[in-house]
């Protein structure tokens, strides 16, 4: 068995790019007026502003900031950025948002100005990604994305949480290094044919 590649060709890297550009422009012109609706609803859902942002850690480690629309309301006793199911912070109209995804959707504007690709690993808050050592870096070669092979994996992660004594614990001794071997092959393994099939798989499974 050869060497496994060490991030991605110049040639992949234009072609993905090139992808994300092209796409996520035409997905804000057809889901625009979904995004305002959402940010509109959610405004008055959580009386706070109807986007979410948050710093997390980007390509060569650095960080950036990630748009969502709102979903929890802010609780002063809860300061954890691990969320379960029973998280009493995510409101009733949020909990529809991140079921049907329509939370993720202004991420298209973070993947139009490059701070993420469709498909790579999911940003991490400080304190994780930028905390690798190693070959595991590898992973900060690429775009955090929207969807990846982990993500698939694990797209019950909150209930899978929500099941554990100490969820925080459990997504730093479990989910995290799991997810860190999972993106480690992604990258070293990249194929623009399975990011086509990653992205069917997340909209479609």
Request: proline share 7%.
């Amino acid at each position: 068995m050869g060497k496994p590649k060490q991030g991605l060709s110049p040639f992949n890297r234009f072609l993905k790019r090139g992808f994300d550009f092209v796409v996520s422009s035409i997905g804000l012109i057809l889901t625009g007026w979904i995004i305002i609706l959402a940010y509109i609803a959610a405004l008055i859902d959580t009386r706070e502003s109807g986007v979410f942002t948050q710093t997390r850690i980007g390509k060569h480690g650095k960080p950036f900031t990630v748009i969502k629309i709102r979903t929890m309301r802010y609780i002063p006793s809860i300061d954890t950025t691990v969320t379960t199911t029973h998280d009493p912070r995510i409101t009733p109209l949020g909990r529809l948002f991140r079921k049907t995804k329509i939370d993720e959707l202004p991420q298209l504007i973070n993947v139009f100005f490059g701070h993420m690709s469709f498909v790579g690993p999911r940003p991490d808050v400080p304190g994780f990604a930028d905390m690798l050592t190693g070959d595991d870096r590898v992973i900060l070669s690429v775009r955090p994305g929207i969807t990846s092979p982990a993500t698939l994996k694990y797209k019950n992660e909150e209930e899978i949480l929500a099941a554990q004594g100490d969820p925080e614990k459990y997504n730093r001794e479990v989910l995290f290094p799991d997810k860190v071997k999972l993106n480690r092959e992604y990258v070293e393994n990249y194929s623009f044919i399975n990011d086509i099939k990653y992205i069917f798989q997340t909209i479609f499974g």
